[in-house]
């Protein structure tokens, strides 16, 4: 199965869902109408879309709720202009759904976290329209790159908040 998550910079959120049994993490743009958007485009926000991951996962391995959850747990829900150092609606908060099932699920999961927090929650749920692979030099970037990616979890905040 597959799962779509915005939830900020994908390079950052990409090493803490294959921890937890996803199978592949793929790092793309989803949620804009641009046909095979450049990263430079989507960063300076001229695209309409969001740095997404695409999860492909075994749901006897784990679940979409868990996933929802690894997802919360990673971001900054309350934040409205994007994550820690990254701002603008490129690296702001969605789930993308394919389902009404995964619509449902995630609207629960959302008006929970709200109600406990007591905080305005800021996570579009929104139905999936496509996606589209980021260059390769993005994808699995923490391997590739691990100083430049701890110096970049450092920089951004997101070290301190998870």
């Known amino acids: 199965m597959k799962a779509y ?3 900020g910079c994908f390079w950052c959120i ?3 869902f294959k921890i937890y049994g996803v199978d592949n993490v793929v790092s793309g ?8 958007p ?17 999860l492909e996962y075994d749901p006897a391995v784990v679940s979409y709720n868990k996933l929802l959850d690894i997802f919360l747990a990673n971001v900054d829900p309350f934040d409205s202009e994007g994550q820690f150092i990254d701002r603008g ?11 009404d099932e995964e619509k449902k699920v995630s609207e629960v999961q959302i008006k929970k976290l709200q109600s406990e927090s007591g905080k305005e929650v800021f ?9 589209y692979e980021a260059e390769d030099y993005h994808q699995d970037y923490y391997l590739k790159n691990p100083e430049a990616f701890e110096k970049e979890m450092e920089e951004s905040g997101r070290k301190k908040h998870s």
């Open 5 to 7: 998550f915005a939830g």
């Open 29 to 36: 743009y989803s949620g804009g109408t641009e046909k095979n």
């Open 14 to 16: 990409t090493p803490i």
């Open 89 to 99: 609606h490129s690296y702001t908060l969605a789930i993308y759904y394919t389902t």
């Open 38 to 54: 450049s990263y430079e485009d989507v960063k300076k926000q001229k695209t309409g879309h969001r740095e997404t991951v695409m």
């Open 123 to 131: 996570i579009a749920v929104e139905p999936f329209t496509g996606f």
